[in-house]
């Protein structure tokens, strides 16, 4: 990469990124990741690009109609008065803060004074209970807290002499500090010490869908630098209004609300909603000028329920993350707006690792080929060598990508055990083509068999979710006597379609109409899905409800 300042060599590694963004095999033969010894993304790259800059940075939009735009320049001071004020109240590098804020102006002010004192943050979503911050605090060894009013008696139970800053009137919350108090500080920010690229930044509690969340720890690159990718994946360019659905708290949002967006210079547009309303979002849509558009497959399979062809002007950009987008959706959103869905593959852990960029011919089903600076092995299942055509989605630690995580913070036994062998091991099974297209399978612990078979969950809800009547659905084994198991759906159904066997009956014979006869669904029960917090399904809670039996299921013998 060239040399020069930090500044100068991240520019040059993302507009090459920029340049190459419909050719994939350009980019792939061509980026280097931008290595530094010190780096602050909010000071060397943010401030830099916000300096005399009026436009949009932020547009957030409110149920009620009110809005809110935040141009960059003013970003930026704001977020100088914040750091400042923090710093009085006793905030210092490494310094665990905890911020627990919705989709308001506040939380990316937040996020930038933090990474300018060189604290640590701790994203943590508004819907978590006591318990769950309890545990965060302890496990993060949080020493300042930022919530809204309504949340601060989430924390009553926490002990400790920890700062606790009510973002909002902090009236009844006893030892609460007003945000507000930081518009008093000088909008000039001086840093008291450089940044080194491998300090930590953020630590992110995963979702927790089988187990106690892990904790994810992130540097001042690989979180920043590393959504160069994502800005990749998206196709985001300068002056773009990019809208990404996703609960504050969660890696996403960092991913395509703060990272990836002003990496390329685009505008971050919010549309807040207490319940989600197709017709009003695309109304927003609309009006805001959105060119880019990311939400999860939840949210897609909400849509394609609602007149796509009322949204008059469709994004540019349209890409799913999350879970694996099922192909019958993106069918219908092409059909509506012109334009594909494109997916793409990343965790917590890592930024985007395999997805489909703008360009890149498409292939049903596939998750597309591995990002820019990503070497993506499939691990063989027995030997765990590389090289399989279906096996663990793995990233060659030879040439780690700068995106992936430094470890799960205070617990070496299961970093090493993620990290064993030279690969980071992603828990996710894929199977690659000739072409290098990666499709994915499932989690290593959904996969099952029947009949000696192997079972894809993924593959028999993408089937169930053609039919009209499914809204969402979710595959488990259920045990059976003779085939030791066989697949059992949990379903949705969409609107005007009634639970009762003779709705069970249609979606058997559907089964049966498109699916090999292994595969076949043969139990079926009519029920919400559980999720975690972050909307992914918990099929380990499904399969425990399945092994205990429900006088609720249909079974296919019966119903012919």
Request: glycine share 8%; charged share 25%.
């Amino acid at each position: 990469m060239t040399s020069g300042s930090a500044t100068e060599r991240f520019r040059s590694a993302r507009d090459f990124l920029l340049r190459h963004r419909e050719d994939w095999a350009a980019a792939r033969e061509g980026f280097a990741w931008p290595r530094f010894e010190h780096f602050n993304w909010a000071l060397d790259w943010f401030d830099v690009i916000a300096r005399d800059n009026d436009r949009t940075a932020l547009h957030i939009v409110e149920e009620d109609g009110t809005e809110t735009r935040v141009g960059f320049a003013e970003m930026a001071r704001r977020s100088d008065r914040v750091a400042n004020w923090l710093r009085g109240l006793g905030v210092t590098a490494g310094d665990r803060v905890l911020v627990m804020l919705g989709n308001q102006t506040e939380l990316w002010e937040t996020a930038l004074a933090a990474m300018k004192l060189r604290a640590v943050v701790i994203p943590a979503t508004p819907l978590l209970g006591p318990a769950d911050l309890l545990d965060r605090v302890e496990r993060g060894r949080v020493r300042h807290i930022v919530a809204r009013p309504g949340d601060t008696a989430k924390f009553a139970g926490v002990p400790g002499d920890l700062t606790r800053i009510c973002v909002g009137d902090p009236a009844g919350a006893e030892g609460w500090l007003p945000y507000a108090a930081a518009d008093a500080s000088p909008d000039v920010f001086e840093p008291d010490g450089p940044t080194r690229a491998d300090d930590t930044l953020m630590l992110y509690f995963t979702s927790g869908t089988t187990a106690r969340p892990k904790l994810v720890e992130h540097t001042h690159v690989s979180y920043p630098v590393g959504h160069l990718a994502t800005m990749y994946w998206i196709g985001l360019r300068p002056g773009d209004v990019h809208l990404n659905i996703s609960s504050p708290g969660w890696a996403k949002h960092a991913w395509s609300n703060l990272f990836a967006p002003w990496n390329a210079e685009a505008t971050v547009f919010i549309h807040n909603y207490s319940r989600f309303d197709a017709a009003r979002l695309m109304a927003e849509m609309d009006r805001a000028g959105v060119t880019s558009f990311c939400a999860p497959p939840t949210v897609w399979r909400m849509l394609i329920q609602a007149d796509l062809t009322s949204l008059a002007t469709p994004p540019r950009e349209a890409v799913a993350a999350g879970e694996p987008l099922n192909p019958e959706v993106i069918e219908a959103v092409r059909r509506a707006w012109g334009v594909a869905v494109r997916d793409g593959f990343g965790q917590t852990e890592t930024v985007v690792q395999v997805s489909n960029s703008p360009g890149q011919t498409l292939k049903t089903g596939s998750m597309g080929r591995p990002s820019p600076g990503c070497t993506v092995e499939l691990l063989d299942p027995v030997t765990g060598e590389p090289g399989a055509t279906e096996g663990e989605i793995a990233l060659d630690l030879s040439d780690a990508p700068v995106g992936l995580m430094t470890g799960y913070h205070g617990d070496p036994e299961r970093t090493a055990e993620a990290m064993a062998g030279g690969y980071y091991r992603t828990g996710d099974i894929g199977a690659r083509d000739t072409d290098g297209y990666i499709t994915y399978i499932g989690r290593s612990d959904d996969v099952f068999k029947a009949s000696d078979y192997k079972i894809s969950p993924f593959e028999l809800e993408s089937a169930l979710l053609e039919h009209e009547a499914v809204a969402e659905a979710a595959v488990v084994p259920a045990p059976d006597p003779l085939r030791l198991a066989v697949p059992k759906a949990y379903v949705v159904l969409a609107e005007g379609w009634k639970p009762g066997p003779e709705t069970a009956g249609v979606l058997f014979a559907h089964s049966r109409a498109v699916l090999a006869p292994y595969k076949r669904i043969r139990r079926l029960e009519f029920a919400d899905l559980p999720k975690t917090v972050s909307g992914k399904i918990r099929r380990v809670e499904l399969r425990r409800l399945t092994a205990e039996g429900s006088a609720a299921e249909y079974t296919e013998g019966d119903l012919r």
